[in-house]
């Protein structure tokens, strides 16, 4: 029988998953640590060894989280990656029951796991974002496209991220950025946002993305739920959204409004052992 277990070492149990795929095999990959008693510096030396899009550590909760959770991507620490969140409440929920609450490590925000119809969702709140000027030519620049008419206002929103949303024409016009990523993380950095996220209406309805939050095209994210959550609180609606494509692992993000929560989920499946 094949472990779903990626390793067990040094009391360690590590999982990887994919996250949010459209088809099964397929999405962002993510690894869930447990049982790790490694200070910060070692999280980040094993997250830049382990070359995934991101690592969640799940350490004791307190009296109010079951469990507190610790990102990493292989360059830095972050204050919250939800592909990796839903990547743990995959691994959490087959354990014990949900709904289920966890700490982020940072920001001591608090979130609930939870499944719905065999797909995990994560429950939050709107979080403060920050309220930069944003100047009339900054998304031509940020996305180097002199000259780009956005279809709507730039806006920033945040669940725990803060992302620049920029609305362009069409899927094409989508595919199509190269942005200037260098720019993207100098101006984020000193407006405390989480670099942007380009998206667009379908005719189906639905909606598609990409996120520019990386100074290397290679790392750019399959699929971002934190954009995501962004997202649905700058349009005030329920989304699907879909990203990844044009990196080879199409993704499939559901979002929805509950009263003051936004609840955002999709498919998490192991990736069994060899």
């Given at each position: 029988?094949?472990?779903?277990?990626?390793?067990?070492?040094?009391?360690?149990?590590?999982f990887?998953?994919?996250?949010?795929?459209?088809?099964?095999?397929?999405?962002?990959?993510?690894?869930?640590?447990?049982?790790d008693t490694?200070?910060?510096?070692?999280r980040?030396?094993?997250?830049?060894?382990?070359?995934?899009?991101?690592?969640?550590?799940?350490d004791?909760?307190?009296?109010?989280?079951?469990?507190?959770?610790?990102?990493?991507?292989?360059?830095t620490?972050?204050?919250?990656?939800?592909?990796?969140t839903l990547?743990?409440?995959?691994?959490l929920?087959?354990?014990?029951?949900g709904?289920?609450?966890?700490?982020?490590?940072?920001?001591?925000?608090?979130?609930?796991?939870?499944?719905?119809?065999?797909e995990v969702?994560?429950s939050?709140?709107?979080?403060?974002?920050?309220?930069p000027?944003?100047p009339?030519?900054?998304p031509?620049?940020?996305?180097?496209?002199?000259g780009?008419?956005?279809?709507?206002?730039?806006?920033?929103?945040?669940?725990?991220?803060?992302?620049?949303?920029l609305?362009?024409?069409?899927s094409?016009?989508l595919?199509?950025?190269q942005?200037?990523l260098?720019?993207i993380?100098?101006?984020g950095?000193?407006?405390?946002?989480?670099?942007c996220?380009?998206?667009c209406?379908?005719?189906?309805?639905?909606?598609?993305?990409?996120?520019f939050?990386?100074?290397d095209?290679a790392?750019?994210?399959?699929?971002?739920?934190v954009a995501a959550?962004a997202?649905?609180?700058?349009?005030g609606?329920?989304?699907?959204?879909?990203?990844?494509?044009?990196?080879g692992?199409?993704?499939?993000?559901q979002?929805m409004?509950?009263?003051?929560?936004?609840?955002?989920g999709?498919a998490a499946?192991?990736?069994?052992?060899?």
């Amino acid at each position: 029988m094949v472990s779903q277990t990626l390793l067990y070492a040094g009391g360690m149990e590590i999982f990887e998953l994919k996250c949010f795929g459209v088809r099964a095999g397929e999405g962002n990959a993510a690894l869930v640590v447990l049982g790790d008693t490694g200070d910060a510096a070692a999280r980040q030396a094993f997250a830049a060894a382990a070359a995934k899009p991101a690592c969640a550590f799940v350490d004791a909760g307190d009296g109010e989280a079951a469990f507190t959770l610790d990102y990493f991507y292989p360059h830095t620490r972050s204050p919250l990656c939800l592909h990796a969140t839903l990547a743990a409440a995959r691994v959490l929920l087959k354990r014990q029951p949900g709904p289920l609450r966890v700490r982020t490590a940072m920001r001591g925000q608090l979130l609930t796991l939870s499944m719905r119809d065999g797909e995990v969702f994560i429950s939050l709140l709107r979080q403060q974002a920050p309220s930069p000027a944003l100047p009339a030519d900054l998304p031509a620049r940020l996305l180097a496209q002199p000259g780009l008419q956005l279809m709507s206002a730039p806006a920033v929103a945040s669940v725990g991220s803060p992302k620049l949303l920029l609305e362009v024409a069409d899927s094409a016009t989508l595919a199509a950025l190269q942005p200037d990523l260098p720019a993207i993380q100098a101006w984020g950095r000193q407006h405390g946002i989480s670099g942007c996220y380009a998206w667009c209406r379908r005719a189906d309805g639905a909606f598609e993305g990409r996120n520019f939050n990386h100074l290397d095209p290679a790392l750019e994210d399959a699929a971002t739920g934190v954009a995501a959550g962004a997202l649905t609180l700058h349009l005030g609606r329920s989304l699907t959204l879909y990203q990844g494509a044009h990196l080879g692992q199409p993704c499939k993000l559901q979002t929805m409004l509950d009263g003051d929560q936004i609840l955002i989920g999709g498919a998490a499946a192991f990736v069994e052992a060899p």
